[in-house]
């Protein structure tokens, strides 16, 4: 049977898997968003009082109330929350934008002085001025939390491939990811200088797309080079099945996570679930392939007791080569019969006149 060894640190690898990590992205991102809307909050709310004199301009204060509530979200790092908000003011958005439609068509038709409407005009113009200086900052700001993230990410990475590549586990999967990141670093910074917010929110949400993809890819090669270690003594331990689960799991989140796909809602969260739950079979499988290896090991011990065992486990000792002599060696003066004191012998601690020793009277 081949040798199983299965290294205490793959466990170990897995357990730091979390959809937390990827929840970092967004809630880094949270104030920098807030100060890209405030411009345009801004915006409107100047644009309102200028034409405030040409028709009531419904949703001010709306925008004004939900663009408060969105400042406590980003304060709280609540990311699902505040995108919930950001779609709530994006259509308060649209019914500031139609007062100010009708009060511009009003302005228009309006009799004032040429020199008003000229001053007017130039007002407007400074607004979209400020919006414009105030947005570029905005999208500086966002892409330098995107790239802070990322760059973070690809640091992490960098040190998980060196440490798999000294225990000799395949990275060629993993390298192509960090290769991948560093030119999604690129893309961002070019996002910046988009000619229009709209296009600005496409390449961001498209690099948002790309980033997601990129950490799903790095899970889950780093799963499969763990897997394809151990993958040769799966089938003796009979644990085939929990491997073609992993390989279920890992199959539906590899044809999302792929490179120009747009997730819809819900599919990233599931996505990584998917990782998640596949890096927990891994672990038991782990565990259950430790199992399989000690009791391995107990029937190769066993298997060595075949013939006589020495008890003792100590060599002979060389003086018992013929019979061993139990009786003690004679001393000496022992050849003969031992003498016994002859019963005229004076007493050792009598002197001869009959005194005591040392005690004469």
């Not at 007062?99 to 040429?114: C, D, H, P, V, Y």
């Given at each position: 049977?081949?040798?199983?060894?299965?290294?205490?640190?793959?466990?170990?690898?897995?357990?730091g898997m979390a959809l937390g990590a990827v929840d970092t992205n967004k809630v880094q991102e949270l104030g920098a968003r807030y100060d890209y809307i405030a411009c345009r909050v801004n915006l409107v709310e100047?644009?309102?009082?200028?034409?405030?004199?040409?028709?009531?301009?419904?949703?001010?204060?709306?925008?004004?109330?939900?663009?408060?509530?969105?400042?406590?979200?980003?304060?709280?790092?609540?990311?699902?929350?505040?995108?919930?908000?950001?779609?709530?003011?994006?259509?308060?958005?649209?019914?500031?934008?139609?007062?100010?439609?009708?009060?511009?068509?009003?302005?228009?038709?309006?009799?004032?002085?040429?020199?008003?409407?000229?001053?007017?005009?130039?007002?407007?113009?400074?607004?979209?001025?400020?919006?414009?200086?105030?947005?570029?900052?905005?999208?500086?700001?966002?892409?330098?939390?995107?790239?802070?993230?990322?760059?973070?990410?690809?640091?992490?990475?960098?040190?998980?491939?060196?440490?798999?590549?000294?225990?000799?586990?395949?990275?060629?999967?993993?390298?192509?990811?960090?290769?991948?990141?560093?030119?999604?670093?690129?893309?961002?910074?070019?996002?910046?200088?988009?000619?229009?917010?709209?296009?600005?929110?496409?390449?961001?949400?498209?690099?948002?797309?790309?980033?997601?993809?990129?950490?799903?890819?790095?899970?889950?090669?780093?799963?499969?080079?763990?897997i394809a270690r151990i993958e040769p003594i799966i089938g003796q331990a009979n644990l085939s099945g929990d491997l073609d689960q992993i390989n279920s799991l890992l199959n539906t989140s590899s044809s999302l996570?792929?490179?120009?796909?747009?997730?819809?809602?819900?599919?990233?969260?599931?996505?990584?679930?998917?990782?998640?739950?596949?890096?927990?079979?891994?672990?038991?499988?782990?565990?259950?392939?430790?199992?399989?290896?000690?009791?391995?090991?107990?029937?190769?011990?066993?298997?060595?007791?075949?013939?006589?065992?020495?008890?003792?486990?100590?060599?002979?000792?060389?003086?018992?080569?013929?019979?061993?002599?139990?009786?003690?060696?004679?001393?000496?003066?022992?050849?003969?019969?031992?003498?016994?004191?002859?019963?005229?012998?004076?007493?050792?601690?009598?002197?001869?006149?009959?005194?005591?020793?040392?005690?004469?009277?």
């Amino acid at each position: 049977m081949k040798k199983i060894v299965i290294s205490c640190f793959f466990v170990l690898i897995m357990a730091g898997m979390a959809l937390g990590a990827v929840d970092t992205n967004k809630v880094q991102e949270l104030g920098a968003r807030y100060d890209y809307i405030a411009c345009r909050v801004n915006l409107v709310e100047s644009q309102a009082t200028l034409l405030s004199a040409y028709g009531t301009i419904s949703g001010t204060d709306t925008i004004t109330s939900d663009f408060a509530q969105l400042k406590v979200l980003a304060d709280s790092s609540d990311p699902t929350t505040f995108n919930t908000q950001v779609q709530t003011i994006n259509n308060d958005f649209k019914t500031v934008n139609d007062g100010l439609k009708t009060a511009r068509q009003a302005f228009s038709k309006s009799n004032i002085s040429q020199s008003d409407r000229d001053a007017l005009k130039s007002q407007w113009n400074s607004t979209l001025q400020t919006y414009q200086s105030c947005n570029v900052a905005a999208r500086k700001e966002i892409v330098s939390a995107r790239v802070e993230v990322l760059q973070s990410s690809i640091d992490n990475w960098n040190g998980i491939i060196a440490n798999m590549t000294a225990k000799g586990l395949d990275t060629t999967v993993l390298t192509s990811v960090v290769s991948d990141a560093q030119n999604l670093l690129s893309s961002l910074n070019a996002a910046i200088q988009a000619t229009d917010d709209a296009s600005f929110k496409t390449l961001l949400d498209n690099a948002n797309d790309e980033q997601n993809h990129l950490w799903a890819r790095f899970a889950i090669g780093r799963i499969n080079s763990n897997i394809a270690r151990i993958e040769p003594i799966i089938g003796q331990a009979n644990l085939s099945g929990d491997l073609d689960q992993i390989n279920s799991l890992l199959n539906t989140s590899s044809s999302l996570a792929t490179p120009g796909h747009k997730y819809g809602p819900g599919e990233f969260q599931q996505t990584w679930q998917n990782i998640k739950d596949a890096s927990g079979v891994l672990n038991t499988l782990s565990k259950d392939l430790r199992t399989f290896e000690q009791a391995d090991r107990q029937i190769n011990r066993l298997g060595n007791m075949t013939g006589p065992r020495n008890i003792t486990g100590r060599f002979p000792r060389g003086n018992m080569t013929g019979p061993r002599n139990f009786t003690r060696p004679l001393r000496g003066n022992m050849t003969g019969p031992r003498p016994r004191p002859s019963i005229n012998q004076p007493n050792p601690t009598e002197n001869v006149s009959g005194s005591t020793q040392g005690g004469g009277q």
